[in-house]
């Protein structure tokens, strides 16, 4: 099945540092979701951005939706311990809700004290 | 407002055999959509229901079927269970009217042995 491309697979990172991860799609995507998951937990929502261009904050968090509706992008800043897991782009379907999403490959985070 | 509830957290099953799990949505939401996660094939959409009509279906074989109730609480069962089903299934919940994020269960970890 189709897997959005996600970058980097993976990063160890030191407490305090700031992240930053992304998403790209062949395919346009009228909304882009960011999740995180930890292991043996199904996926959180951290944010959702509904339109092109925007920029939007969750805390440490920022993610912004591409210009082009094919890519988005995630931000932590001032990483801390609990940032640990695998973190998830999505994009919505082509109607635009959420009841057919396609996921990234995910970016696993590892933070060091 | 509780969150979306999967039963049973885990569960082993036997080549061949069928398996159904269940979704509780939050309430009030009345789509339910289901995903596999293995870690070859990553987070892939397997069908939507809402109103329960099936709205949307992904690429999986017609072993793989599911159901809603008139409570918006939606059933999944895969028959002749295969040792490639093994993985967590995760259900997501979303208001349905045009919504365009979706919370996840913890979801229900299948071993086919």
């Known amino acids: 099945g189709q897997q959005l491309n996600q970058s980097p697979q993976s990063m160890f990172i030191q407490e305090g540092e700031d992240v930053s991860m992304n998403c790209t799609s062949s395919s346009i995507f009228n909304t882009w979701l960011w999740y995180k998951q930890d292991p043996g937990e199904g996926p959180v929502l951290l944010i959702a951005?509904?339109?092109?261009?925007e920029l939007t904050s969750n805390g440490r968090l920022t993610a912004q939706f591409g210009i082009t509706r094919k890519d988005s992008f995630l931000n932590i800043s001032a990483s801390i311990p609990s940032d640990v897991g695998i973190y998830f782009c999505a994009g919505g379907g082509n109607t635009g809700t959420a009841s057919k999403l396609t996921f990234g490959t995910g970016t696993r985070l590892q933070v060091t004290l | 407002k509780a969150g979306v509830t999967q039963t049973p957290r885990y569960l082993i099953k036997t080549r061949g055999q069928q398996v159904t799990l269940s979704c509780s949505p939050i309430?009030?939401?009345?789509?339910v959509s289901w995903y596999q996660q293995t870690p070859g094939q990553g987070l892939q959409f397997l069908f939507e229901?809402?109103?329960?009509?099936?709205?949307n279906k992904g690429n999986f074989p017609g072993r793989f079927s599911g159901r809603q109730f008139s409570n918006s609480r939606s059933e999944m069962n895969v028959s002749t269970l295969e040792l490639g089903d093994s993985a967590l299934y995760l259900c997501?919940?979303?208001?349905?009217?045009?919504?365009?994020?979706?919370?996840f269960g913890q979801g229900t970890r299948l071993t086919v042995v």
């Open positions: 951005l509904y339109k092109a261009g």
């Open positions: 229901y809402f109103s329960e009509t099936q709205r």
């Open positions: 997501a919940s979303s208001s349905g009217q045009g919504a365009r994020e979706a919370f």
């Open positions: 309430s009030g939401h009345r789509s």
